[in-house]
Each structure stands twice: as structure tokens, then as C-alpha cells.
């Protein structure tokens, strides 16, 4: 009876769920896993035979360690590209093979959110944002509706304050609403779509309204094929970051948006644990010239009710996660550049030829 074969090797590093680099003698690229793709935002084709340090500078301590293990925790890198990370990183050598190195990076923020205790955190984070949130939005129209009934109980013209009840009740009913938008949980309908008309719509409709006065630039790749998604929750995502990077720009100083698209090979996603990855090749940004989101919220920003506003709801990123996790997508945020500027990215899958 012939002996079955094993998993090949590079499909084994493929499937791992943690970001793998292979780095030879020589300190070049040899291999990285697609997990390292995503958390690096760059195809294992571009990295292969460049030099680490031209993709991932590494601090001294590390590359110092030669022939010996080194792991560092909540390790804070920056990228040749600008983009920063907080990583847990391990090296070492490959046995028998001297000079090879392994390295695995795990990002830090996703293993923390991955423990119970930070589950729990989470959670508590998220209802007590949701209680502060309600409580502040929903006081101040009962108080105006109470303060309006009062006055008609006292004998005043009720049409003009009638209106003021009216007014304020349907304000209480739209944020319920918007609220009520992440308990709807079917399946959302997609199909193949030319986002080029939809980013259109998105920057005339921005340009018309809550970013008049902004430049919006567009860097495009025409050949870009049809994507796998649903028009309305795609121009939803579309318009909430861009009037989520119209409001950080603020009233002075350069105010740009940039929206660009571009075809990204090697990019892939689990949908879920155990089911197979599906590539994402199809990538639309929102890039703005702000100064990004404060460092103490960054790893949480599409958490419900977290905000860096005073105003702020905590509702618009939590929303835009979840329309595009229903269409078998993702998307990141990310600071990158010199100088640096503030990255959505939406990746989406392509649509069948």
C-alpha cells in the first residue's frame, strides 16, 4: 500500500494564521505567507529578494541576534512605507540551514483583542459607549419635549411648539434607527459591480455637500475588473469615510481627500475560522491629509460608540466594518507616507468572469 503524501510545505505556510517571512543569508526576502501580505499591505512578489530592511526595518536588537532566538512583545515598527505597526515578533534561525531565519510577526492589537480579558474590556467598552451615548442624545429631546408640553399645559400657542415635539421625536427615531442598522444580520445581496460610476456618484455627492471646498483627487487603475459587492452598502462605506476624512481635515490647513483604486495580487482573507481564504484583489482607499486618529483609540476605532469627537457617536466606522464584512470584504486603517496621512482601505473580492 503506498504511503499517503504529506501537505506540501509552502501550502502549510500558507494556511498559517500568523504573518511568516523566510529571509536568507543574505538578509533578502525568500518567502512570505499571505498573512504577511495583508499585515504589511504588500504581495509576497513585491517583497521576495528585497533586502528586509527596504520592507521592514527591523530594531538593532534583532538583527543583532544571529544564531540565537529572539522574541519582543507589543513591538512598535514602522514600515519603509510609513505604515505603522504593533507587532509580536519571533526570529530564528532554520535548523541545518545556517544563515536562514524565520520570522513571524502576529499583530499585537488583534492577539490582545483575541484574549478573554480583553473580550471582556471590549465589551464593557462598548456598553458603557452605548450607555453614555443614548443617555446624552436622548435626554436632550425628551427635556425639550417635556419643557414644550409644559408650555401648552400653561396656555401658550401649541402649532409652533407641536412642531418642536414633532421635530425632536424624529430625531430620537433616526439615531434608533441607525442604531437598529447592526441587528439586521441577512445576508447581504452582492453581485458584479463597476465601482467607477459609484465612486463618481460619491465624489459628486461629497463635493455637493459635507466636503464643499475640499480638494478630492482621484488616482485610479482603469483595467480595475468588476467587484463582488451591493451598490448601496458600498457607496454607504464610501460616503461615511469620506465624511469621517472631511470632518479630521478641520477648517484650516491643506484639506485633500484622495481616493484611489488599485488591483492588489496575493491579497486573501478566512471568512470565517475553518472555511477557505478568498482572495481580495480589489482595493479602493480613502486617503486624507489629517492628522489620523489618537493613538490611545487607533486599534479600536471600529468598535461601536469609540470616537475621537466630543459629538461623536461611535457609530459611522463600527457600520462601515460591518456593511463591508457582509460583503466578504475588509478594511484598515492605517497611517503611511511621508508625510504621513491618514489610509481606509476596502478590500473586496472580484467578481467571477
Given at each position: 500500500m503506498q504511503a499517503r503524501r504529506g501537505p506540501d510545505p509552502a501550502d502549510l505556510l500558507a494556511a498559517l494564521p500568523v504573518a511568516v517571512m523566510v529571509v536568507d543569508p543574505e538578509t533578502r526576502i525568500a518567502q512570505a505567507n499571505a498573512e504577511c501580505e495583508l499585515l504589511l499591505n504588500l504581495s509576497e512578489r513585491a517583497m521576495r529578494g528585497r533586502a528586509l530592511g527596504d520592507v521592514l526595518p527591523l530594531p538593532d536588537e534583532v538583527d543583532g541576534q544571529e544564531g540565537r532566538a529572539f522574541a519582543a512583545f507589543d513591538l512598535a515598527l514602522t514600515t519603509a512605507r510609513g505604515q505603522r505597526l504593533r507587532v509580536d515578533l519571533a526570529a530564528t534561525e532554520l535548523l541545518d540551514q545556517p544563515g536562514w531565519r524565520v520570522i513571524t510577526l502576529h499583530n499585537a492589537a488583534t492577539s490582545r483583542r483575541l484574549g478573554v480579558s480583553a473580550d471582556r474590556a471590549a465589551a464593557a467598552r462598548s456598553a458603557v459607549g452605548a450607555a453614555a451615548m443614548l443617555?446624552?442624545?436622548?435626554?436632550?429631546?425628551?427635556?425639550?419635549?417635556r419643557g414644550a408640553a409644559q408650555l401648552i399645559a400653561d396656555g401658550a400657542e401649541p402649532a409652533e411648539l407641536t412642531r418642536l415635539v414633532i421635530d425632536e421625536v424624529d430625531r430620537v427615531t433616526a439615531?434608533?434607527?441607525?442604531?437598529?442598522?447592526?441587528?439586521?444580520?441577512?445576508?447581504?445581496?452582492?453581485?458584479?459591480?463597476?465601482?467607477?460610476?459609484?465612486?463618481?456618484?460619491?465624489?459628486?455627492?461629497?463635493?455637493?455637500?459635507?466636503?464643499?471646498?475640499?480638494?478630492?483627487?482621484?488616482?485610479?487603475?482603469?483595467?480595475?475588473?468588476?467587484?463582488?459587492?451591493?451598490?448601496?452598502a458600498l457607496l454607504q462605506v464610501l460616503l461615511n469615510l469620506m465624511?469621517?476624512?472631511?470632518?479630521?481635515?478641520?477648517?484650516?490647513?491643506?484639506?485633500?481627500?484622495?481616493?484611489?483604486?488599485s488591483f492588489r495580487l496575493g491579497m486573501s482573507v478566512a471568512p470565517a475560522p475553518g472555511r477557505p481564504r478568498m482572495p481580495l484583489p480589489i482595493e479602493i482607499c480613502v486617503i486624507d491629509s489629517g492628522p489620523g486618529a489618537p493613538e490611545d483609540i487607533a486599534e479600536h476605532l471600529f468598535d461601536p460608540f469609540v470616537s475621537s469627537r466630543p459629538e461623536g457617536k461611535g457609530l459611522g466606522l463600527a457600520l462601515v466594518d460591518k456593511l463591508v464584512r457582509d460583503m466578504g470584504g475588509i478594511v484598515q486603517y492605517s497611517r503611511e507616507g511621508m508625510p504621513n496621512e491618514t489610509v481606509f482601505r476596502i478590500l473586496l473580492q472580484r467578481a467571477a468572469d
Open positions: 443617555a446624552h442624545e436622548i435626554k436632550n429631546p425628551l427635556s425639550s419635549i439615531l434608533i434607527d441607525r442604531m437598529e442598522d447592526f441587528t439586521d444580520t441577512r445576508p447581504l445581496a452582492v453581485e458584479p459591480l463597476n465601482i467607477y460610476p459609484l465612486l463618481a456618484h460619491a465624489r459628486d455627492a461629497a463635493s455637493a455637500g459635507f466636503a464643499r471646498g475640499i480638494t478630492i483627487e482621484e488616482r485610479f487603475d482603469p483595467s480595475l475588473p468588476p467587484a463582488l459587492a451591493n451598490r448601496d465624511k469621517n476624512a472631511a470632518t479630521a481635515l478641520g477648517p484650516i490647513g491643506e484639506r485633500r481627500i484622495t481616493l484611489t483604486t
